[in-house]
Nanobody, 126 residues
Framework: QVQLVESGGGLVQAGGSLRLSCAAS????????MGWFRQAPGKEREFVAA????????SRADSVKDRFTISRDNAKNTVYLQMNSLKPEDTAVYYC???????????????????WGQGTQVTVSS
């Protein structure tokens, strides 16, 4: 079992930046592809980005691919989401998650992920 804990969320003005971190506990962290999802009030949980266990490939949603970057540091058991040029529509609870396979992680489907963090709130003001 892997425990995931997000941090780095908060309030930011439109156009600003935030970096979210997801710290993982568990001896098998390096073998898991990881993803970020977000969920706004009244909306479905949506895919943001994913990264393979080696960090050699990433996937990003079209809505964020020019602004957000996912990365990981397995030595620190941490995955990151760098968010630049934030917009009010980016406001959501952001979740870190781990999948079993690359195919599952890159699917962009929440049900394909096995482990989830508690979420961290990101609020972007106009």
């Amino acid at each position: 079992q892997v425990q995931l804990v997000e941090s780095g969320g908060g309030l930011v003005q439109a156009g600003g930046s935030l970096r979210l971190s997801c710290a993982a506990s568990g001896r098998t962290f390096s073998s898991y592809p990881m993803g970020w999802f977000r969920q706004a009030p009244g909306k479905e949980r949506e895919f943001v980005a994913a990264i393979t266990y080696s960090g050699d490939a990433t996937s990003r949603a079209d809505s964020v691919k020019d602004r957000f970057t996912i990365s990981r540091d397995n030595a620190k058991n941490t995955v990151y989401l760098q968010m630049n040029s934030l917009k009010p529509e980016d406001t959501a609870v952001y979740y870190c998650a781990a999948a079993r396979t690359i195919t599952q992680a890159m699917s962009g489907l929440p049900q394909e992920y096995d482990y989830w963090g508690q979420g961290t709130q990101v609020t972007v003001s106009s």
